[in-house]
Nanobody, 125 residues
Framework: QVQLVESGGGLVLAGGSLRLSCVAS????????MGWFRQAPGKERELVAA????????YYGDSVKGRGTISRDNAKNTVYLQMNTLRPEDTAIYYC??????????????????WGQGTQVTVSS
């Protein structure tokens, strides 16, 4: 059974930075694309960033381009999301997700088959 456990969320002032971590178990981590999504109150869940199994390719949602960096450490079964210059509109629950199929990447929610419980990020002005 795949388990994804996020950490690193919290309250941060606008303009600040945060690094989220997600530790995965129950899968061959180095064979799966990973993603970060977020959902703000009253809004649909959206892609923040995704990364291929090797880390060779990274993709970003328009709302975080230039401010976010996704990375992974396959030796630690961990994917990270570094967010800089945070804004109040970045306030959301951030979810880690694992790709549905080995050695494939998609950018839709349906392309991810396992999800973490989420970690709250609140950006205060």
């Amino acid at each position: 059974q795949v388990q994804l456990v996020e950490s690193g969320g919290g309250l941060v002032l606008a303009g600040g930075s945060l690094r989220l971590s997600c530790v995965a178990s129950g899968l061959t981590f180095s064979s799966y694309a990973m993603g970060w999504f977020r959902q703000a109150p009253g809004k649909e869940r959206e892609l923040v960033a995704a990364i291929t199994w090797s880390g060779g390719n990274r993709y970003y949602g328009d709302s975080v381009k230039g401010r976010g960096t996704i990375s992974r450490d396959n030796a630690k079964n961990t994917v990270y999301l570094q967010m800089n210059t945070l804004r109040p509109e970045d306030t959301a629950i951030y979810y880690c997700a694992a790709g549905k199929a080995r050695l494939r990447i998609g950018l839709r929610q349906d392309d991810f088959g396992s999800w973490g419980q989420g970690t709250q990020v609140t950006v205060s002005s």
